[in-house]
Nanobody, 111 residues
Framework: QVRLVESGGGLVQPGGSLRLSCAAS????????MSWYRQDPGKQRELIAS???????NYADSVKGRFTISRDNAKNTVYLQMNSLKPEDTAVYYC?????WGQGTQVTVSS
């Protein structure tokens, strides 16, 4: 089956940066919108960024101006560049290319 494989998470100090990647392990034909979600234990999964096939993007207010979503259609990959990270950004981040979900990657922002 086609799988979404995430990478790029880790531990970073406040104010630092990380770039998450989500790549399909198989062939996906003409994917539509691609999105990033995040979730902390006991909380609902929230949408933080999405991008259409044409490159139009939307962001949650909490990350607007700090995070940038992008995609490479030829590589079936979606990225999330995260700058000026804050402790409250700590969560498990999931990519979504309907109907598929990535396995999740942990991002921890701490000094």
């Amino acid at each position: 089956q086609v799988r979404l494989v995430e990478s790029g998470g880790g531990l970073v100090q406040p104010g630092g940066s990380l770039r998450l990647s989500c790549a399909a392990s198989g062939i996906i034909v003409s994917p539509g919108s691609m999105s990033w979600y995040r979730q902390d234990p006991g909380k609902q999964r929230e949408l933080i960024a999405s991008i259409t096939r044409g490159g139009n993007s939307n962001y949650a207010d909490s990350v607007k101006g700090r995070f940038t979503i992008s995609r490479d259609n030829a590589k079936n990959t979606v990225y999330l560049q995260m700058n000026s990270l804050k402790p409250e950004d700590t969560a498990v981040y999931y990519c979504n290319v309907p109907p598929l979900w990535g396995q999740g990657t942990q991002v921890t922002v701490s000094s």
